[in-house]
């Protein structure tokens, strides 16, 4: 199985900050055939279910806010989020669906001072 | 609209089997994959199985042995059971599609 490694599992950031986390993958997300990384950010608010952010590493989803940015490539992601706001308070997980079984990063909890 | 819900029982004896169906609508099963997602409380999310557009299903190495998921094309249903369950899987269990993803059933199991 592909085993997800997110740092940090906390994060403590002030409004309008800028905030990266990582994701690595034990193995390379990049299909050489299509040049595609088969990486996913999902955020997650207090009782609401996942909501896709990113896929691909680096798309994002319609209705997104551009302030979130998906970067990376092989076995290392990051997500940025430009400038934080209130409203970001969630955890954020990473995905890889290059392969079965997917597997999900252990989360990004990102906290706002 | 595309929509998904699951439905179940919200408590199960250990060593009991769980079943449960996500129904889903706007969007047909022979042309897309649907997938089973759980969350432990106050844990992160675990990727449980799919079955996809041709009937084919792949599991959660650590759960196929008791997993099993399936559908009904024409009932726009999808059903996961699994068995002998134990208090480690008390979890909210999720289907999804893609970017889709049902609002989650609690499954708690206790006696």
């Known amino acids: 199985d592909i085993v997800m490694t997110q740092t940090p599992s906390s994060q403590a950031v002030s409004a309008g900050e800028k905030v990266t986390m990582s994701c690595k993958s034990s193995?390379?997300?990049?299909?050489?055939?299509?040049?595609?990384?088969?990486l996913a950010w999902y955020q997650q608010k207090p009782g609401q279910s996942p909501k896709l952010l990113i896929s691909w590493a680096s798309t994002r989803e319609s209705g997104v806010p551009d302030r979130f940015i998906g970067s990376g490539s092989g076995t290392d992601f990051t997500l940025t989020i430009s400038s934080v706001q209130a409203e970001d308070l969630a955890v954020y997980y990473c995905?890889?669906?290059?392969?079965?079984?997917?597997?999900f990063g252990s989360g990004t909890k990102l906290e706002i001072k | 609209q595309v929509q998904l819900k699951e439905s179940g029982p919200g408590l199960v004896q250990p060593s009991q089997t769980l079943s449960l169906t996500c129904t889903v609508s706007g969007f047909s099963l022979t042309s897309n994959s649907v997938h089973w997602v759980r969350q432990p409380p106050g844990k992160g999310l675990e990727w449980v199985g799919a079955i996809w557009s041709g009937g084919s299903t792949d599991y959660n190495s650590a759960l196929k042995s008791r997993l099993s998921i399936s559908r009904d094309t024409s009932k726009s249903q999808v059903f996961l059971k699994m068995n002998s369950l134990q208090t480690e899987d008390t979890a909210i269990y999720f289907c999804?599609?893609?970017?889709?993803w049902g609002q989650g059933v609690m499954v708690t199991v206790s006696s």
């Open positions: 193995q390379s997300l990049l299909y050489s055939e299509n040049k595609k990384n088969y």
């Open positions: 995905e890889q669906y290059y392969d079965t079984p997917l597997t």
């Open positions: 999804t599609k893609e970017s889709y």
